[in-house]
């Protein structure tokens, strides 16, 4: 089964390779093995069980939490031609007893339902009767409390285990920590799964962190910069969608809100909006974007301190899903900080609080950070970036100024000292700060702060700076904020006031009326833009929009905007030369492939063609993850190491020899020392270093068919990697 793998993988979806661990994963679950997979949003963990399920007898299942989640990826493999079905509460009797007996007939490959459908009486002993042989957890990071997203009816997925031990289970998120994964293992009961994390870098994607003054006014200076592209702007309470969707549309964006709280055909109508492009942006609570599969978002604005970091890398991932740039930014005030410490401190279950209250100060870590962000990110999910500048993140492009401290940190942590020492007890960053600016409010007035000697020593600052302050002296450990968002004086602190140690910071990021990051475009991101004719682009996406509103469908469903901006970069006029666009797979062919040539034809026959200079290849940086490469990677350069030939190694684990040599090409990317002449000679390093001369992209079909297949894609892909790492630059 395994070696029909590659052949569908271009016949039904259109696509030449895998992406990285892809293959990995299929072949342990058509192995009957248990399995967790850590992938990045937009790294196609869905084809991870889609593409084994139409290899293998029987029914895939597969546990998705949200409704639209399972419409749009139904949509999705109807449009390529794969028998899939769902079963939710958006149908009626008569259509679900018609799913199920088409179920029982053998129809469908694929079957998406929730875990509270699952669990229904009698479901399980349906299971049976359509002959389920795989199982598919999406979004399993629901089922542990240390998640971002805990949902207590993923817990009883383990009845369904119970209940087919022998059923090969594959769990699937794109967030989550190494004590989340073993939590998603234990709670499922999986049987000596084996691990596949993935980097979670996102090298598409720019981060950049500005401070919240006037939220409404920087989301529309962001968005306006952007009027003909997606993005999805988050807000921590219902009221503020609305408020700011309605404050966008009056300034002329197609803007939409949604939340849970508004009424189901309201919601189900903004989301439709928002998918088939008649929205541009859509404001949502959180309630929004799990499994949403729009690969067009091109960015992602947080008006609101998100709750976690988990969450944070979570929604950010919603753009870019397409692997063209995309930004993400986030609107920061200590203030929302506090807010939700505020609601923590309301939770009545201990274990709870004490976990959101972590998470909440990593986040506000995050926010306060002043070195590469992609560097913090990553680390939190312990993975290591390479280097300490990563270009396509605000503290990289702009580095902030370093300023000798000493003075103004000694003013606040003798502040806070004073305080505790006046009143036996602690307060906030706020009123530290209002103290600090010489403030006259009435909490100062009664509890007597305006008699410390610390109070106005800072009046020259702003009280923003002073809080801005107190937050990098939390960093760094002087300080700390306890329960309640009371911020205090550390041991560490207590010393550097008596001994007066030089403090040095960092200047907190300004927003210059000539240049408002929040309107700039990163110009790191924008460089992984593929180059085409973008007017016959424009015409492209037109023709697109017409087929999907026919159809019904969102947009993407049909083509994705790679895809059409290959077609009109590559100018297709034959049904072979559109076949090897990616994306067009032979199902889609027959369905649009005559209305795409029509229009190309029809755009060339009044405008001229134009030419493009050759893609760089993608830079591959070598990652190393808490466990170093993947595990099931490790294994495979342990049996290597050991003597073994990918012959024998791939023989011992089941596993194909393509799949070993990709795991021995990760072991290059990240480092490892091996010998280049243990996997080809120099006659045939030659060989493909001369076929790749004039090669334009990442895929290695092309060169692969020029040398006739002699050279394995194997072979081509560590040859490729030691040349990345050696620093060769590819042959023009």
């Given at each position: ?565 290959s077609m009109a970069r590559h100018y297709p006029q034959t049904n072979a030369e559109l076949l090897a666009i990616p994306g067009v797979g032979e ?55 050991a003597g073994r030939t990918v012959v024998e190694i791939a023989r011992a684990r089941s596993l194909s020899v393509g799949t070993i040599e990709g ?70």
């Amino acid at each position: 089964m395994p070696a029909r793998l590659p052949a569908l993988l271009k016949q039904v979806f259109g696509y030449d390779e895998f992406r990285p661990l892809q293959r990995e994963i299929m072949e342990t679950a058509l192995a009957g093995r248990d399995a967790v997979a850590i992938l990045p949003t937009g790294a196609g963990k869905s084809l991870c069980y889609q593409l084994p399920a139409l290899v293998r007898s029987g029914l895939t299942v597969v546990i998705s939490p949200l409704i639209a989640l399972m419409k749009d990826q139904v949509d999705q493999l109807e449009a390529a031609g794969v028998a899939a079905t769902f079963l939710n509460s958006t149908l009626d009797r008569p259509e679900i007893r018609d799913r199920e007996e088409r179920l029982s007939a053998g129809v469908f490959k694929l079957l998406y339902v929730a875990p509270e459908r699952l669990m229904m009486p009698g479901f399980i002993q349906r299971l049976r009767v359509w002959r389920m042989t795989a199982l598919a957890v999406d979004e399993a990071h629901c089922i542990s409390a240390w998640g971002h997203d805990f949902r207590p009816d993923y817990r009883q997925l383990a009845a369904v285990r119970a209940a087919f031990p022998e059923v090969p289970t594959l769990a699937l998120t794109a967030t989550a920590t190494a004590r989340v994964r073993m939590d998603i293992a234990e709670q499922l009961h999986l049987r000596a799964p084996e691990f596949f994390i993935a980097s979670f870098n996102r090298p598409n994607l720019s981060y950049r962190v500005i401070p919240k003054l006037r939220a409404e006014r920087q989301v529309w200076e962001f968005a306006s910069a952007r009027r003909g592209e997606s993005g999805i702007v988050y807000c921590l309470a219902r009221k503020s969608t609305e408020s700011l969707a309605a404050a966008l549309r009056e300034e002329g964006l197609a803007a939409v809100a949604y939340h849970a709280g508004l009424e189901a055909p309201v919601r189900t109508q903004n989301q439709e909006a928002f998918l088939r492009d008649e929205a541009k942006i859509v404001c949502a609570t959180i309630a929004f974007g799990m499994g949403i599969n729009k690969p067009n978002v091109r960015y992602v604005i947080h008006a609101d301190l998100p709750k976690n970091v988990e969450g944070y890398y979570q929604e950010t991932g919603r753009a870019g899903r397409d692997g063209l740039p995309a930004d993400c930014l986030l609107l920061y005030a200590p203030g929302d900080a506090a807010k939700l410490m505020h609601f923590i401190d309301a939770m009545t279950d201990d274990a709870a609080r004490a976990v959101a209250l972590h998470q909440l100060k990593e986040m506000v870590a995050y926010g306060d950070e002043t070195g590469c962000r992609r560097v913090a990110l990553l680390r939190y999910f312990g993975e290591a970036f390479p280097d300490d500048n990563c270009g396509g993140c605000d503290n990289c492009l702009e580095p902030r100024e370093t300023w000798d401290a000493t003075l103004d940190a000694q003013k606040f942590l003798s502040c806070l000292f004073r305080i505790r020492q006046k009143s036996g007890f602690s307060v906030g960053l706020q009123h530290v700060a209002e103290v600090l600016a010489g403030g006259d409010t009435a909490k100062i007035r009664r509890l007597e702060h305006h008699t410390l000697s610390t109070w106005g020593v800072g009046r020259e600052k702003p009280r923003v700076e002073w809080v801005a302050l107190g937050q990098q002296l939390v960093r760094l450990g002087l300080a700390c904020l306890g329960e309640h968002g009371v911020v205090e004086i550390t041991g560490e602190g207590l010393a550097a006031l008596k001994s007066r140690t030089g403090i040095m910071l960092t200047r907190p990021p300004a927003i210059a009326a000539k240049d408002n990051p929040a309107a700039t475009a990163t110009a790191a991101a924008r460089a992984g833009e593929i180059p085409c004719d973008e007017p016959l682009f424009e015409e492209l996406r037109e023709r697109r929009k017409d087929i999907a509103d026919t159809r019904a469908v969102p947009p993407y469903v049909i083509f994705s905007d790679v895809t059409l901006r290959s077609m009109a970069r590559h100018y297709p006029q034959t049904n072979a030369e559109l076949l090897a666009i990616p994306g067009v797979g032979e199902r889609k062919l027959l369905d649009f492939g005559p209305a795409f040539l029509a229009a190309i034809a029809a755009w060339l026959a009044e405008h001229p063609r134009q030419e493009f200079r050759a893609l760089a290849p993608v830079a591959t940086r070598p990652m190393r993850i808490e466990m170093g490469i993947n595990g099931t990677a490790l294994e495979t350069l342990r049996q290597w190491r050991a003597g073994r030939t990918v012959v024998e190694i791939a023989r011992a684990r089941s596993l194909s020899v393509g799949t070993i040599e990709g795991h021995l090409t990760l072991a290059v990317e990240t480092g490892e020392a091996l010998d280049p002449r243990a996997f080809y000679t120099a006659a045939e390093e030659e060989e493909m270093r001369a076929a790749l001369i004039g090669h334009e992209g990442p895929s290695l079909g092309p060169v692969f068919d020029k040398l006739s297949g002699r050279m394995s894609y194997g072979k081509w892909r560590l040859y490729r990697a030691f040349a990345a790492r050696a620093g060769v630059p590819p042959p023009r």
